[in-house]
């Protein structure tokens, strides 16, 4: 029998993995149905493609849900872990509420995971890339309904891709979106649903032509506190003597971001104050530094959040900050890191070294937060090889 796990695949230039989406032996399905109250047995498909009806309300409704998760090897090549788990299984959870879909239970989605991973485990970077499989549960109405009801079924999915670095630690420049509002307060902004994302991919598209590398949500309200980066969680430092303190934003419109999380469990254990509460977008200037925290970059540093706003308005904080700059009319820029530096500040580095050594197996996880993943994980499903059923 060959060792497990097998070493990555020769197929792919492993320095030159990318973010983009490249073909794996299969992924992962269970299919609900609400007449039985059941989970069919997890399955692995031999192909990347999903069969469902066109009238499923996943297509019509926007009745989905999905997540996203990374596996690592660890030093040697010998072990892979998956980071986290449990934790995205409960998110799922909260967002399967919110959308009103069954529950996938914990057990099933860390089998689910794990499996996924485990037969495609030939496709998990090598160690020294620090690079890693991203990994997409998806859930979603799937039979057919053409009222505004529930469905019979629904299916749950994982798909696993092998993808590089992507952001490293290359400040970008931020842009905040007034001209359009994410989510409601007693919308769906906490839940990690398709439809909190698709309409902002206009303004972010526009925002990366001139030059901003991501987006920034204030409430819909008031427009006057920070909610998150369209991709990401909010993290704002400060330093004032030998204390630091991170501060995340308290908003109901903000999904619970994993990384963002353990970012500010790293930072407790070093002693650092960590602080949830609204934050003004007033406050912007008054920070050290600036990062955005989620799944596929893990911690990027902001250069700079520029607004655009008059500045003869109450909200303008031009002229109130050595930080505060403005390039032109009705815009101004709270600037963190000069253009004359090319890496991430201090606070992000130690932060981000510390996440990327628990996630690689260079730094001992004393939170527990890696799951091993093995052999049996994918020998333990039943496997197809003619697409969906």
């Known amino acids: 029998m060959d060792a497990f796990p097998p070493a990555p695949v020769d197929t792919i230039d492993w ?23 059941k989970w069919t047995p997890l399955k692995f498909v031999a192909d990347p493609f999903m069969r469902i009806h066109g ?40 967002s399967a509420d919110v959308v009103s879909m069954p ?49 019979e079924e629904y299916v749950f999915a994982v798909f696993v891709i092998p993808t590089g670095v992507y952001h490293g630690t290359h400040p970008v420049n931020a842009l905040i979106l007034d001209d359009f509002d994410r989510a409601a307060p007693n919308g769906t902004g906490h839940a990690k649903v398709g439809g909190n994302y698709a309409p902002v991919l206009r303004f ?12 920034l949500h204030l409430d819909s309200v008031r427009h006057e506190d920070i909610d998150e980066f369209s991709t990401s969680g909010f993290i704002g430092a400060k330093v004032e003597g030998g204390d630091v303190t991170l501060v995340v934003p308290d908003s109901k419109c903000v999904i619970d971001s994993v990384t963002s999380d353990s970012i500010q469990e790293i930072a407790r254990s ?14 912007l200037p008054t920070f050290t530094e600036v990062m955005a925290a989620g799944t596929a970059a893990a911690l990027v540093p902001i250069r700079s959040i520029t607004r655009r706003v008059d500045a003869s308005s109450p909200q303008s904080v031009a002229g109130k ?23 991430a500040g201090e ?43």
């Not at 004393?366 to 994918?378: L, M």
């Open 103 to 151: 529950r996938v239970p914990e057990d099933l989605f860390l089998a689910a995971v794990k499996a996924a991973v485990s037969l495609n485990a030939g496709y998990v970077p090598p160690h020294e890339t620090g690079a890693a499989m991203y990994i997409r549960p998806q859930l979603y109405g799937s039979s057919a309904q053409l009222g505004l009801n529930p469905p």
């Open 204 to 215: 972010s598209d526009r925002a990366r032509n001139e030059g901003y590398g991501i987006t």
């Open 55 to 94: 009238m499923a309300p996943a297509l019509n409704y926007g009745q989905q849900a999905y997540e996203g998760l990374k596996a690592f090897r660890a030093p040697g090549d010998d072990k892979i872990t998956v980071f986290r788990a449990d934790k995205n299984a409960k998110r799922l959870q909260h």
């Open 321 to 343: 900050h050595e930080r505060v700059s403005s390039a032109k009319a009705g815009e101004e820029t709270v600037t963190y890191i000069p253009e004359s530096q090319e890496d």
């Open 270 to 283: 070093f002693g650092w104050k960590v602080e949830k509460r609204v934050i003004k977008y007033s406050e």
């Open 15 to 37: 320095s030159n993995v990318g973010f983009k989406v490249r073909e794996v032996n299969g992924h992962i399905e269970s299919t609900y149905s609400v007449s039985t109250g």
């Open 347 to 389: 606070i992000c580095l130690k932060l981000l070294s510390t996440l990327k050594g628990i996630q690689l197996g260079k730094i001992e996880d004393k939170f527990g937060w890696n799951f091993a993943v093995s052999e049996a994980d994918g020998a333990a499903v039943e496997k197809e090889t003619n697409g969906s059923a």
